[in-house]
């Protein structure tokens, strides 16, 4: 099974869709932040969660322990959000969590224990929460006036860009496996 959670009115081929908005008419309405995915254990093979998990506050980590339940082994979260320096993410009053790649590695307990090892301190929440999601892709999408001005630069200019100014990128793409 596939399913797009808190994807509004967007459809896509073979997703069962889950939102809590009615008006979107999902085949399940579900508040993520609280209430149980109505999926049985490990029985969804993906996940597409696009714009969606900057949106979640509080029940931000109850939802990822009910797509780890769901998932299973092997499972791929597709995740879409705003990237945390840009006005895509300012310019909505109802983001109330930036997610970054980092704060997506404390979801994958092989990150925790090198953490533990090299730091002797883990704030993993892999191991907290007992999830487990590994990183295997993400990319950082330009601002349209970037994109073509990257064309020009070479890597160390772009990573200098990157790192000093706001308004580079507009996304972040993430893709994470679900390890059981």
């Not at 508040?31 to 949106?55: G, R």
């Not at 002797?120 to 590994?134: A, K, P």
């Amino acid at each position: 099974m596939k399913i797009n959670i808190g994807g509004g009115y967007k459809r896509y081929d073979g997703f069962v869709n889950v939102d809590a908005d009615p008006l979107t008419k999902p085949e399940h309405i579900v508040n993520l932040e609280c209430d149980w995915l109505p999926f049985d254990d490990s029985t969804v093979s993906e996940v597409k969660a696009y714009h969606i998990l900057e949106h979640i506050s509080d029940g931000f980590f109850h939802l990822i322990q009910e797509l780890y339940r769901v998932c299973e082994d092997g499972a791929l979260v597709d995740i879409q959000v705003p990237h945390h320096r840009s006005e895509m993410w300012y310019g909505d009053p109802t983001h109330v969590r930036f997610i970054t790649v980092e704060s997506l590695r404390m979801f994958s307990k092989k990150r925790n224990e090198w953490h533990v090892k090299q730091w002797n301190s883990s704030s993993g929440f892999g191991t907290t929460l007992d999830v487990d999601f590994e990183i295997v892709e993400y990319d950082f999408i330009p601002t349209g006036r970037w994109l073509e001005r990257f064309k020009t630069m070479s890597p160390d200019e772009i990573i200098e860009v990157s790192n000093n100014f706001c308004n580079v990128y507009d996304e972040i793409h993430v893709k994470l496996q679900c390890i059981k």
